[in-house]
């Protein structure tokens, strides 16, 4: 998924969990900071250079596409526990590495974002970080964290909207630069599986075809579920059928490719309360996505690090209860 999923979205449900605008806030920066966490960005900051001084671990979580391909591991400390969440089902550790939906891992994820509680110091970082991982097994379904055959996609096609006409399945050329003979992660299916509003198919993978917008709302009733728990308010703990309505509309409606065009288009929906909060206030009106509220704060900057590898070492835990020993 993009920063309209991983912020937006998050912050719409946070705010529909009860949470108020800024631990909504932090919880969706959270969220899409796991992207934007990369090693060259991150690395020179003072604040950065003063923990690693101390001793603290300031480990990385985001990625670079084309970098990570030419690695010949491919990264796997990201893309495994950040991006690629294995499913854990299979016999050889090939297909225990590959993401699913509603796997074992996913539940028992779920299961530890829900039994968060707000006196956890740490708990909006615990959140945002965690959800981010819970809703990328929706989108990267079926593809692994790791170079292999079982990522490939022939036959790639896709379904063109606008004007009112939707257009047969159009074929997509997959070959981008790189042999895709053993791709890493979704790359060989390009973005599709990230973006929203796509219907798409291969002859490999989702043959019947894929609503992404169905994927993304099933993600949305169930991390909205575990906000609604960690809040403990008497809020509802399932989206009401006019809040699926809206996702739904929001998701299929938003036809732009580039994700940082459709995050400003939630985020104006979000200041003109197009989501209806019930304590809508006048700071969400000046709302966006800014990672520095984590970066120049050295409290904040701390939580997140603390919580980040909180987080890895508990993916890390278990995988080699699976015999996957794979992260350092």
Known sequence: MDIDFHFGTIYVLARWAGFNNENARIIATSSQFVDDNISEEISTLPTAKKFNKAG????????????????????????????????????????KLVCKKNSLLAKSLA???SQITMDDHNYAFKL????????????HQEFSGIVTVKNMVVGLAYKQFGEGIVNDFLEVATSVGFDMSA????????????????????????ENGRYNWEEFLEASCAIYNILANVNGSNLAKELTEEQKGILEDTFRGIY???ENMRNEEWINKIKENY????DFCDEETNLKY???????????FGQFYDSLNEY???VKGELEKAGINRLQ
């Open 312 to 314: 890895y070492e508990w």
């Open 128 to 139: 945002g970080i965690g959800l981010h991982v819970y809703a990328d097994t929706w989108a």
């Open 111 to 113: 299961t530890k974002l």
């Open 290 to 300: 800014n990672k520095n509220i984590i970066l120049s704060d050295e409290d904040f």
């Open 183 to 206: 791709p890493l992660g979704h790359a060989a299916a390009i973005h599709w599986p990230d973006r929203p509003y796509a219907e798409w198919r291969s002859d490999t993978k989702f």
């Open 56 to 95: 603290i671990l300031i480990r990385y979580s985001g990625h670079k596409l084309w970098e990570n391909i030419l690695n010949d591991e491919g990264n796997e400390q990201v893309w495994i526990p950040y991006h690629f969440l294995p499913g854990l089902q299979g016999t050889t550790e090939e297909e």
């Open 275 to 278: 989501f209806d909060f019930a």
């Open 256 to 258: 732009i490719e580039n």
